[in-house]
C-alpha cells in the first residue's frame, strides 16, 4: 500500500505532538504530581508511535515505545519525576523533532536512536525507586479515597497501612500477593494498593507491597491472618497518619463545589470542541484565493472610476452590490489567512528554559495575547526576530541569582512576551525586569567604532543598538557577542512594514515594543502626489494631514521642521528624497506619520484621497529601492508606488 499520499498528514499531526510534548513537559517541571499532565504527555508520545508504526518509521515507533516505558511507570507510581527524567524525556523530544525535519527534508529518518534509548533503559531499569513509592502512598490518595477515611474514622473503623514482604525466591508471587488480597478484602475494604492489583497480578513487583485497609479488626488479628499465609516474610501494620479527618464539613464542601465547577467546565469544552471543526487546507491555495481576490478588488476599483465616466445610474448600483459582495469575500479571505501568534509564541517556554539553565539563570517566561491573530505572511516571519529578542533579554537584561539578591530583586528573572491589537496594527512586547540598558556603555561602544554620539537624544543612542556589527558584549559566545541579531530584527521588522522601539531604566529593565500591519496583503491607503507621480502610503502610519505655507517651514539644527500645536516636527520633502522636481508652490501639504516614537511629515503637493490597495511585490529590478514595500494598480490602471515610511524616516 502507497502511504506517501498521508505522509503530508503525518508530518503535521507529528509537528501538533511534538509542540503538546514540549508544553505538558514544560508543566510536568512545575507540577511533578500533576497526573493529568502525565496522560497528556502518554497520549501524544502513544498517537506518534502508533502514526509514525502505520507509515513505516520504525525508529520514531521504537524511540515513543521506550518514552512509553517511563510515562507508565511514572503513572503507576513506580517513578517519581526529577529534573533528571524531564531532561532526559526533552532529549527524546529533540530527537523525535530532527526525525520529522529530516523525514520533511530527504524522506528519511537518517538519525542516531540508540544513546538516548540507552538512557530511557537506565532510567526504566533504575531499582532505587522503592522507597518513592513509600513516600508517595499519601498523596495518592484522591478525593474518593479520603472521604472514605473521613467516614470510616467518624464510624470509628481503623485504616491500616499493610506493607507485605515475600520471601525472594518465592515461585508464584502473584499468587501469594493474590492470597494476601483476599484474605485482607474478608477482614474489611481495600482502598488502594501499592503497586497497583494490575502490577500485583502480573508480578510488576519485587518483594514487598503495600495495602490500605478498612476494617473493623485490630492490628494483631490483621497481622496474624497474613502471616499465616505460606511464603511470606514479614507483615507490618500501623495506622494511616493520614489528616484528612481534620478537614471541616465547609472545607469538604467547597471542595466539592470546586470539583463540581471544574467536572462542569470540562464537560463545556468537550462539547465546543465537538462543535468546532476545521479542515487542512494547502497554503499555496490559499495564497492563490488571496490573489485572486486582490485582482477582484483592482478590477472593482477600475468598474467604479468607468461608471464614474459614463455616468449610468444602473451601472453604479449594480457596483454597489458587487463592492458590498466583493468586500465580504475579501473580509472573510483575510480571517482565513488569519492565524493566532500562539503558533509562533508556543516554542518559546522550551527554549527559555534550555538557554537559562546554560546560563545558570532562574528565568520565569509569562506569554500573554497568544490569541491575537496575524496575517499568516508576518506569522511566518515574526518568529526569527522574536527569537533574538528573547535571547537578548535573557543574555544581556537578566542578571544571575547572585546579582539580583544583591540588588534587593528576587532570585528568579521574569521576561514577558505580550501581543495584543491596537487599531489595524499588533502590538508585541517583549519586557524583562534585569538590568536595563547602559547609556555610558554603548556611548563608550560607539567611540570605538567610530560614531559620535554628541548631541543625540537618550532614545537615539539606545537605537544604536540596531546598528549592524553593534554589540556591547565583551565576549564572544554561542549567544552572542557578534554584533549579529539586533541589525537583524529591525531588518526584518522594518520589511514586513512594521516598526520597532526600545525602552528602558538602567536597574529596572528593557521593554522593546514591535507594531506590524495585520495583514500584508489589501490595505488602506492614502493616495498623494509628489511632482507628476502618485504614490500611496499607508493609513497604518498617519497620524493627521494637514495644510501648510512654505513660509511655515523653518529651520532648526540644520534641519527643516515645522511647529504644530505646539510641537516641533521634523520634514522630509519626498520631492527631494525621491530625486523628483520640486514644482514651485506656496501651498503644500503635510502628511504627519509616527513610527514607534518617531513622528515627522512628509511634505507633497496634494492629496488624491483614501483608497482600498492591493499590495504587489516590486520585481527584481527594483527590489534595493528601500524606499517602496510594493506597488499596485488604480482604477485607471496606473500602476502606483507603496511608499516604506519607516524606510523614509
Known sequence: MDMSQYLDIFLEESEENIQRLNEDLLELEKDPENHDIVNSIFRAAHTLKGMAGSMGFERIADLTHKMENILDKIRNGELR????????????????????????????????????????????????????????LVFELNEYDKDLIIKAKEKNYNVYKVKVTIYKDSVLKSARAFLVYK????????IKTVPSTEDLEQENFDNQFYVIVITQKNKEEIKGKVEGISEIEGVEV????????????QIKEEKEEIKLEKQIEKEEDKSTKKVHQSVRVDLERLDKFMNLVGELVIHRTRLEQISKDFKSQELHETLEQVGRITTDLQDLVMKVRMLPIEKVFNRFPRMVRDLAKELGKEVELIIKGEDTELDRTVIDEIGE??????????????????????????AKGTVKLIAYQEGNKAVIKVEDDGKGIDINKIKKKAEQLGINTEGMTEHDIKNLIFLQGFSTSEKVTDISGRGVGMDVVKTKITSLGGSIEVISELGKGTA????????????????????????????????????????????????????????????????????????DSDEKFVVIVKVGEKTVGLLVDSLLGQQEIVIKPIGKLLQNQKEYVGATILGDGLVTLILDVAALI
Open 512 to 583: 522593546f515594543i514591535i507594531r506590524l500591519p495585520l495583514t500584508l496583503s489589501i490595505i488602506q491607503a492614502l493616495l498623494v502626489k509628489v511632482a507628476e507621480e502618485t504614490f500611496a502610503i499607508s493609513l497604518g502610519f498617519i497620524d493627521r494631514v494637514i495644510k501648510i505655507k512654505l513660509n511655515e517651514v523653518k529651520v532648526s539644527n540644520n534641519k527643516e521642521v515645522i511647529i504644530y500645536r505646539d510641537s516641533v516636527i521634523p520634514i522630509v520633502r519626498l520631492a527631494q528624497r525621491l530625486n523628483l522636481p520640486e514644482i
Open 183 to 190: 484474605t485482607l478484602e474478608e477482614m474489611g475494604e481495600i
Open 385 to 410: 526576530p522574536l527569537v533574538h529578542l528573547l535571547r537578548n533579554a535573557i543574555d544581556h537584561g537578566i542578571e544571575t541569582p547572585e546579582e539580583r539578591i544583591k540588588q534587593g530583586k528576587s
Open 238 to 249: 500501623e495506622a494511616l497518619q493520614e489528616n484528612v479527618h481534620e478537614e471541616s464539613n
Open 81 to 136: 519525576v526529577n529534573s533528571n527524567i524531564v531532561t532526559t524525556l526533552f532529549k527524546c523530544v529533540d530527537k523525535l523533532e530532527e526525525m520529522i525535519d529530516n523525514i520533511r527534508n530527504e524522506g528519511i529518518e537518517d538519525a542516531d536512536v540508540d544513546d538516548i534509548i540507552e538512557e530511557l533503559k537506565k532510567i526504566e531499569n533504575s531499582d532505587s525507586y522503592e522507597d518513592n513509592k513509600k513516600s508517595q
